[in-house]
């Protein structure tokens, strides 16, 4: 996979999460990983068509989940990463993902589309993801860690 593909994500994490109540968004680190993905907590997945396809994967554990679910509803404190809490961090994934597409329109890579964003959680979760090797991102909003992985061709 291209590095340059994942520029496009790290620039819409940069300008969505502020827009949704952020302060700060940092790369806190860069890695390939193989085909499969061990996560603990919550995954949203993204499928990617068009000119590009794979997926994007957003995981974090249950409490950066709800807090993430707080910071974009205003303040709303969740005890439960529920239905609503969920709604919230998967529609920050569905912005996000969004404003990539946009991102590569601007240089020229048009007709991505995007799927509805499928929220799985787990405690010991694996995901077999459709390439042999993914992009993982370490990426910190505020004091909120939480881990992208693109996984496109």
């Given amino acids: 996979m291209d590095v340059k593909l994942i520029n496009p994500f790290l620039q819409a994490f940069a300008e969505i999460l502020p827009q949704i109540g952020f302060n700060t ?17 919550v995954l949203i997945n993204i499928s990617f068509v068009g000119p590009l396809k794979g997926v994007i994967l957003t ?10 679910a707080t910071k974009m509803t205003m303040g709303m404190e969740f005890a439960e990463f529920d239905a609503m809490a969920q709604s919230a961090v998967s529609e920050m994934t569905n912005m996000v993902c969004a404003n990539a597409c946009t991102q590569f329109s601007q240089i ?21 993801l459709p390439v042999p090797q993914t992009i993982a991102v370490n990426l910190k909003a505020d004091e909120i860690k939480f881990n992208v992985y693109i996984a496109i061709v």
């Fill in 25 to 41: 968004v940092e790369k806190a680190g860069l890695s390939l990983i193989n085909d499969t993905l061990e996560y603990n907590g």
């Fill in 108 to 128: 020229g890579m048009e007709g991505l589309d995007i799927s509805p964003p499928t929220v799985l959680v787990s405690e010991k979760g694996i995901a077999s």
């Fill in 59 to 68: 995981t974090m554990p249950i409490n950066n989940a709800k807090q993430f």
